[in-house]
């Protein structure tokens, strides 16, 4: 039981530069290499930056990681990097699916203020079978969130089988999408 693999695009192409363009005007995105720093916790990427700030000196930069569920959507989260003194750029934050490296666009105007900012998506299939799979798959993320910060580990009985007919639901989306079907 897995969410579908959300990995950087293989290569800024003109579908990654149209949406990045979207999100940042006249920003180009570019690849970061992931070096986690021991401590870091997942999906807290703006607390993660912040204490290496603290203690290593260097800033935040807030932007966004833009990845691809191939043939389905690109998406785009809002997201903190490092940026070394030397001005090298940073991801400090451990990845979901442990890449090398994140594709990262910079944002000079948003900034975090302790609440979540909407995840911005450029379907790549049928608009609204993209829509109801990532509906699906936002409540199910959050459903799994606060079940692992309650205490259930990945692979527990329970959350299979609460989880379970959500992720079969979404396997079904992906397959419609990648192969073209249309919403009925």
Request: hydrophobic fraction near 35%; proline fraction near 7%; glycine fraction near 8%.
């Amino acid at each position: 039981m897995e969410f579908a693999r959300q990995l950087p695009p293989p290569k800024i192409d003109r579908k990654v530069r149209v949406f990045c363009e979207r999100i940042s005007p006249g920003i180009t995105p570019s690849y970061v290499p992931v070096r986690t720093d021991l401590g870091s916790k997942l999906w807290e990427c703006f607390g993660n930056v912040e204490e290496r700030v603290k203690r290593h000196g260097g800033e935040i930069v807030y932007g966004w990681e833009i990845s691809e569920l191939p043939r389905i959507a690109l998406e785009a989260r809002f997201h903190a990097v490092w940026l070394a003194t030397n001005g090298a750029l940073l991801d400090i934050t451990p990845e979901e699916f442990s890449q090398p490296q994140i594709l990262f666009l910079r944002d000079a105007v948003r900034k975090y203020a302790g609440t979540r900012v909407e995840n911005q998506r450029f379907p790549l299939g049928d608009k609204n079978l993209v829509d109801e799979y990532f509906a699906l798959a936002d409540a199910t993320s959050e459903r799994l969130r606060a079940m692992s910060m309650s205490g259930f580990k990945r692979g527990h009985p329970v959350l299979r089988q609460e989880l379970g007919p959500s992720f079969l639901r979404m396997q079904q989306l992906k397959q419609r999408i990648q192969n073209g079907d249309r919403r009925s």
